[in-house]
């Protein structure tokens, strides 16, 4: 995960700060939700809220309402994660 925040980092500082942070608040939403602490740890938690925050951080003027925006958009899209887990589960598929 290092490697990856590096070398989004690299490219643009500001989306290495999205995904970052959207991560890691996708994480938190996780750990929130009581959802499996190695789900956590392996990334699922927060690989579809670093996205989403990162996708925030390209289409939209940095501003207080955009940071709030990527927020509310990592944390919907953890929530989002875990609704869908045990739907996508008991198909036998990844909710990715």
């Avoid at 996780?30 to 499996?36: Q, T």
Wanted: glycine share 18%; net charge negative.
């Amino acid at each position: 995960g290092a490697g990856i925040i590096g070398s989004i980092g690299m490219y643009s500082p500001k989306l290495g700060v999205h995904a970052l942070g959207g991560s890691t608040l996708g994480c938190l939403v996780g750990l929130l939700f009581g959802a499996d602490t190695s789900d956590v740890i392996y990334g699922l938690w927060g690989y579809n809220s670093a996205l989403a925050s990162m996708a925030v951080g390209t289409f939209f003027v940095h501003s207080r309402e955009a940071v709030a925006l990527s927020a509310g958009s990592a944390a919907a899209s953890a929530a989002l994660f875990g609704a869908l887990q045990p739907v996508f589960g008991s198909l036998g598929a990844p909710c990715l």
